[in-house]
């Protein structure tokens, strides 16, 4: 099942007990290069500007829909560019009601040639407004 998604780098790079780089694959595989394209901001890969999400241009915007809105944009529109191996059901982002200035960035996914659905939970952190001047 595993082997039509692939083999990679884990990530965080890291190296395994015997000192080798740490590999990943199968559905781990492709929720740490998830994970990789929503933590990379546009423009950071010199040689592929256009690689990465746009998230982190919300580290200072308000608390409100409207930040809610472009979050869930941003990551569907990363995660459809820059992920093959997955079929986008639903990107939904909400307040997290213990810390306001975290994001719960909810993906619901299915893998490719998979009936199973699959869900990613990625939290965003915000500059709190209390310590903005």
């Not at 990551?75 to 200035?101: C, F, G, K, M, N």
Request: hydrophobic share 40%; glycine share 6%.
């Amino acid at each position: 099942m595993s082997d039509h998604l692939g083999t990679g780098w884990a990530f965080p790079v890291a190296t395994d007990p015997r000192g080798r780089i740490g590999m990943v694959s199968g559905v781990r595989a492709v929720e740490q290069a998830m994970l990789m394209i929503l933590m990379t901001p546009k423009g950071q890969r010199v040689m592929r500007p256009e690689y990465g999400c746009q998230l982190h241009e919300l580290v200072f915007a308000p608390n409100d829909a409207s930040t809610l809105g472009l979050a869930s944009y941003y990551v569907h529109e990363a995660l459809s560019t820059w992920e093959p191996r997955i079929e986008l059901e639903e990107v939904d982002a909400d307040v997290d009601p213990d810390y306001p200035e975290r994001i719960v960035i909810r993906v619901n996914y299915r893998l490719i040639d998979e009936p199973n659905a699959r869900s990613l939970v990625f939290p965003f952190y915000r500059m709190p407004t209390e310590t903005l001047p």
